[in-house]
């Protein structure tokens, strides 16, 4: 039951992740490499607090949310100044940047070594140690992120920013100031990869450099395109088959002495055949010729 309750908490966490990544690369159409940085600066930041200065979990939450906004809007200033390839090129730097400021700020994060220690979530005196009262705090913030991203998709500022990832000089000649409303939808999603960094910290008590690398980022991008761009309910869908896949090969009766190097050959088999039914997603996200595309949102899980 442990074990359930541990995997569900980690779809929660992938599904905040992917939803807020799909706002920037699934409306946007920005694909970001460096959203594992957003939430690895999350956890940091909750888990200094924490650890430090005995700062309450409600009290972290909006300081690691501004924190990261603030250096979003900075990043993106520079970072939107690049088209396509070279956008993702640079999120890729920045990601790497952000990495090896965690892992050699010896003094601040304590590097490899990692944060030990973090307190459990207190709510009203009763403190969020055990699973189920936790995944239930998880899900919660889940349907309020899924509820602020859907309003944000349907709203005007929503349509612009599906314009934009259309046809940018379309968008440019009716109007829309592009480059705003790239670096909003960029800075919003940070701030929201920051919440479940947040909620990572408190529920591992123990974080370090390795749980928010390129690795990660590029996970995370792979639930946006399995999901779909631009559907959010696709992104629940795709973060239990990512989560869930490996774990159900654990499963699979195979010879020890090769039982972990087939179920990463069989996960790496079952992805390339999902993203290849996905094609067209791809194309979609990394040509222009848009009369070849199949339509936004579209999921194959």
């Not at 949310?65 to 970072?79: D, H, K, N, P, T």
């Not at 690049?82 to 990495?99: A, K």
Request: one cysteine or more; a neutral charge; charged letters at 10%.
């Amino acid at each position: 039951m442990e074990y359930i309750l541990h995997l569900l908490i980690l779809i929660a966490f992938y599904t905040i992740l992917a939803q807020s990544l799909n706002l920037v690369s699934g409306y946007t159409g920005l694909i970001s490499l460096a959203h594992a940085g957003f939430y690895g600066i999350g956890a940091y930041t909750t888990a200094l607090l924490s650890v430090n200065y005995g700062y309450p979990f409600w009290l972290n939450i909006p300081i690691a949310m501004i924190i990261c906004g603030v250096m979003a809007f900075i990043i993106s200033l520079i970072s939107l100044r690049t088209v396509d390839d070279y956008f993702i090129i640079c999120t890729l730097g920045i990601q790497v940047i952000i990495f090896s400021l965690m892992n050699n700020l010896m003094d601040l994060t304590r590097g490899p070594l990692g944060i030990p220690g973090i307190p459990a979530i207190s709510l009203f005196g009763f403190e969020i140690s055990d699973k189920i009262p936790f995944l239930l705090l998880t899900v919660i913030f889940t349907a309020i992120i899924w509820y602020i991203l859907k309003n944000i998709s349907g709203s005007g500022f929503g349509r612009s920013l599906i314009a934009i990832s259309e046809d940018e000089i379309y968008a440019q000649s009716i109007g829309k100031n592009v480059y705003r409303m790239k670096i909003i939808s960029f800075t919003i999603s940070a701030v929201l990869a920051s919440i479940p960094g947040a909620l990572y910290a408190h529920y591992i008590s123990y974080i370090d450099p390795t749980s928010f690398t390129v690795n990660e980022s590029i996970f995370i991008l792979s639930i946006v395109i399995i999901g779909g761009m631009g559907n959010l309910r696709g992104s629940f869908y795709a973060s239990a088959f990512m989560i869930l896949l490996p774990e159900a090969l654990r499963f699979v009766g195979m010879p020890n002495n090769i039982a972990a190097n087939m179920r990463q050959i069989i996960y790496g088999l079952i992805l390339v055949i999902v993203m290849m039914n996905n094609r067209e997603t791809l194309k979609n996200i990394f040509f222009k010729d848009k009369s070849k595309l199949q339509p936004k949102g579209n999921s194959v899980v």
